[in-house]
């Protein structure tokens, strides 16, 4: 169960900082800059496992 929790803290910074990053690619580069895309793609994976590890507990 420990091993779970810390799994979910290393997620949910992830999941922070690369929320950062995209507003930042954003904002300098737009919203359909290829890196801006790929970004958001990277954050909606990660976020969809956060979810999934919720569900699983």
Same mark, same amino acid.
């Given at each position: 169960?420990?091993?779970? #929790?810390?799994?979910?803290?290393?997620?949910? %910074?992830?999941? $922070?900082?690369? @929320?950062?990053?995209?507003?930042?690619?954003?904002?300098?580069?737009? #919203?359909?800059?290829?890196?801006?895309?790929? %970004?958001?793609? $990277?954050?909606? @994976?990660?976020?969809?496992?956060?979810?999934?590890?919720?569900?699983? #507990?």
């Amino acid at each position: 169960m420990e091993n779970s #929790l810390s799994r979910t803290k290393i997620l949910c %910074c992830r999941i $922070k900082i690369l @929320r950062k990053r995209l507003i930042s690619f954003g904002e300098l580069k737009g #919203l359909t800059h290829p890196e801006t895309v790929k %970004c958001s793609e $990277k954050l909606d @994976r990660l976020i969809f496992k956060y979810i999934k590890s919720q569900v699983n #507990l």
